[in-house]
């Protein structure tokens, strides 16, 4: 069984390889290099680890089990009043993400949704998932929201939800809607 450190974001929760013993240590890189001063210690999942503390920024609780400590919408705040950026499903369901996340996101719901794809972002647009994306180019003054319809079209429930949402007037979801009308 494996140990986890468990944080919070805005979007969801995420995860760390938690050690607190050199044995736990033994399978990893880090056997040989961190010491028994530095324990506990996380894995960043960026190659490198750090001194854990129960006072970490964002620290939720620590877990230990056997695979993935969290589900997919656990880590993607499924409907989230909150909701920004991140996927929607054609029935209008959103998962959250941070900028950053699309591609980790896509992949965990893939793995639910489409199990066989080897393309998680291509099969979920195809299957008319919607990926609302930050349109900030780096000349404006604040961060926007993007829609993407790999497809170009949109579902009633989708618009509705996007309505919702506050981004029903957006030139790319006007489109969409005009171009989809006559089919709802």
């Known amino acids: 069984m494996k140990k986890y450190a468990i944080y919070r974001s805005e979007t969801g929760y995420y995860y760390y390889e938690y050690h607190d013993t050199l044995e736990s240590l033994k399978d990893t890189p880090f056997y040989g290099i961190v010491t028994e001063d530095k324990l506990p210690v996380v894995f960043d999942g960026q190659g490198g680890y750090y001194h854990f503390t129960e006072g970490d920024y964002m620290f939720d609780r620590l877990v230990e ?4 400590p969290l589900t997919l919408e656990q880590m993607f705040f499924k409907n989230d009043d909150k909701f920004k950026l ?9 998962y959250s993400c941070d900028y950053t996340s699309h591609t980790k996101c896509a992949t965990m719901l893939a793995e639910k949704f489409f199990p066989k794809a080897l393309l998680p972002e291509r099969a979920l647009g195809k299957a008319g998932w919607l990926k609302i994306i930050d349109s900030w180019d780096g000349t404006q ?24 949402l506050g981004l029903y007037n957006n030139e790319e979801v006007r489109r969409m809607i005009a171009d989809c009308e006559d089919v709802w």
């Open 141 to 164: 003054r604040e961060h926007g929201q993007f829609v993407y319809s790999l497809t170009g079209k949109i579902t009633k429930r989708q618009a509705d939800r996007l309505f919702d």
């Open 86 to 94: 991140g996927w929607m499903s054609p029935d209008g369901d959103t």
């Open 65 to 68: 089990c056997e695979g993935c």
